[in-house]
């Protein structure tokens, strides 16, 4: 089991939805990402937030939107996608970032988006 | 970040040692050499990160070489639950460099 909660697990959406991921963490972690993993291949970095703010951007198209309400929560918002944007997406928190206490990611399982 | 090389896949008989290496050759003084797995179906989970000295966890032990240059995980009693893509990453932790990048991993495979 992880403690690093994503939902929904499978999401099939068409090329006009609007659709979102979710993520949430409640150990009191204050760094949180989004990765991208296609099939047999490694995760790729998109998005880091630290202490609710946007930290890093990959270079990500606008399609894909993130969003930080809170420290426990991490949303990725999804519009317009395309066939090839069908991926594993997974969410990740840590302590903080730039920290002398070198703190590990704690991944969660993921969302397997499927786009038609 | 520093770039690692892994062998691309490694067999292990269950219940033996399994030695996974990695080579980071152009690490700088401030990167720490982390390992994550991940077993199919499910997100990378981390198994133990060191600087510079030999780090023993309930999973795994890290062996670094003096020079930095290379590293080698261990799993002490290979079980079949330990087959998954094994990543050696060196991940830098000034601030706004934290970026934990994988590269393409070892894929290890258990043999009953």
């Known amino acids: 089991d992880t403690e690093v909660t994503q939902t929904p697990k499978h999401l099939v959406m068409g090329m006009t939805n609007k659709k979102s991921l979710k993520c949430e963490q409640h150990?009191?972690?204050?760094?949180m990402y989004w990765y991208k993993q296609k099939a047999k291949k490694p995760p790729e970095l998109m998005f880091v937030?630290?202490?609710?703010?946007?930290?890093i951007n990959e270079s990500v198209p606008s399609r894909f939107s993130p969003e930080c309400p809170n420290s426990s929560l991490l949303n990725l918002h999804l519009h317009a996608l395309q066939p090839e944007d069908s991926a594993l997406y997974l969410c990740?928190?840590?302590?903080?970032?730039?920290?002398?206490?070198?703190?590990?990611?704690?991944f969660g399982n993921g969302t397997r988006l499927t786009v038609t | 970040d520093a770039k690692t090389t892994q062998p691309p896949s490694m067999d292990c008989a269950e219940g033996r040692a399994a030695n996974l290496p990695c080579n980071h050759s152009?690490?700088?003084?401030?990167?720490?050499v982390y390992w994550y797995r991940q077993i199919h179906s499910q997100g990378p989970q981390y198994i133990i990160h060191?600087?510079?000295n030999n780090e023993t966890n309930e999973m795994a032990s890290l062996i670094i070489t003096e020079d930095r240059k290379s590293s080698t995980l261990i799993l002490p009693h290979a079980t079949l639950r330990d087959t998954a893509v094994y990543y050696c990453?060196?991940?830098?932790?000034?601030?706004?460099?934290?970026?934990?990048?994988f590269g393409t991993g070892t894929r290890l495979t258990i043999i009953p």
């Open positions: 937030y630290s202490y609710e703010k946007l930290s």
């Open positions: 060191g600087l510079k």
């Open positions: 152009t690490i700088s003084g401030n990167e720490y």
């Open positions: 150990m009191g972690h204050r760094a």
């Open positions: 990453i060196v991940r830098a932790l000034n601030f706004g460099n934290e970026k934990l990048t």
């Open positions: 990740a928190s840590s302590q903080d970032l730039g920290s002398s206490y070198n703190s590990p990611l704690h």
